[in-house]
């Protein structure tokens, strides 16, 4: 191309660069700023909203038809909200999170609510979880235990090697199973960024957010990429919804951007239809076996 600026075209790969530096993050040190950056306002009222209906009917549906209460999975939870309350609804669930200060905040969040819930709770990298996770011990073999729902939200996007825990809910999930994946949106990213007249930034193919404090994902991955990782292991997606697809998108808050409750019924409505649900910020796909 010899025109003098190269337009910039969003890389689906980026997530699966090789880069000898990379690890799976966690929020340990600041616990305290994600809390309120993620959850303090509006942003994590939308997120929840649009969780909590996709996630709750779906497991309402699948605890009616086994006819007993489900054996859950949140895997990085994080201060585990939702999580928290499929435990209020009778479930049994299994909590787990790098970050002993976000699983702190989260028991301490469980605890308000009942301090009887049915909730066990690991403090460790996912990859640790097959020791904890290990049922019963006979002379001959070793039971895992399975999960009839699996729960992976924003975790994808900071992973050293994010298509690898597709062979970890393969192992820990019910052939008859549900994956529920939440996970950022690069193109949400540009999006925004163009609608601020971000050019440099977008221009920009060495920018780096700063992870020691940035929410921020430095290789987050595609939509694409995700449903190729779901088709190569045999799943299929019952459910797709975009988590704020217009709130982070209107510098100029007008009319009913100045009522929350208005705001939230919109990012529902519009969550789940084409093509709104894809400039989601945030993407969440709901897939079974």
């Given at each position: ?5 190269q ?11 090789p ?6 993050r ?15 306002g ?11 209906r ?5 497991s ?10 489900l ?9 585990a ?12 669930v299994?909590?787990?999170d790098i ?8 028991k ?5 609510i009942d301090?009887?819930?049915d909730?066990?709770?690991?403090v460790?990298?996912?990859q640790?979880?097959e020791?904890?996770l290990a049922?019963?011990e006979?002379?001959?073999e ?10 992976s ?5 900071w992973l ?11 192992q ?6 549900a994956?529920?994946?939440c ?6 990213f540009d999006?925004?960024?163009l609608i601020?007249?971000?050019?440099n930034?977008l ?6 957010a700063?992870?020691?404090k ?10 694409e ?6 088709k190569?292991?045999?799943?299929q ?7 704020r ?19 939230i019924?919109m ?8 093509p ?8 969440h796909i709901l897939?079974?076996?």
């Open positions: 191309m010899t025109t003098e600026h337009d910039r075209q969003p890389d689906l790969n980026r997530s699966i660069l880069e000898v530096d990379r690890e799976d966690s929020f340990d040190a600041i616990a305290d700023h994600f809390e309120k950056k993620v959850y303090g509006l942003k994590g009222e939308i997120r929840l909203a649009v969780l909590r996709d996630i709750f009917e779906y309402a549906q699948m605890s009616e038809a086994l006819g007993r209460p054996r859950i999975l949140d895997v990085g939870a994080g201060l909200q939702i999580a928290i309350e499929l435990a209020t609804q009778g479930h049994s299994v909590i787990n970050s002993a200060n976000m699983l702190e905040k989260a301490a969040s469980a605890e308000k301090k009887k819930l909730i066990t709770w690991y460790c990298p996912y640790a979880l020791e904890k049922q019963t006979t002379e001959t070793t039971e895992t235990e399975k999960f009839d729902l699996i729960m939200h924003a975790l994808l996007e050293a090697e994010p298509a690898a825990v597709m062979d970890f809910f393969d820990y999930l019910t052939d008859d199973g994956l529920s994946l996970f950022y949106n690069p193109a949400g999006y925004r960024n601020m007249g971000n050019f930034l221009d920009n193919t060495d920018y780096k700063d992870n020691k940035s929410l921020t994902p430095n290789h987050p991955v595609a939509k990429e995700v449903e190729s990782w779901l190569a292991h045999d799943y997606t019952v459910r797709s919804s975009g988590l697809v217009f709130h982070d998108y209107a510098p100029l808050k007008r009319g009913g951007h100045n009522d929350p409750d208005a705001v019924r990012e529902l409505r519009y969550s789940q239809l084409e709104y649900k894809w400039l989601g910020r945030y993407l897939a079974k076996r």
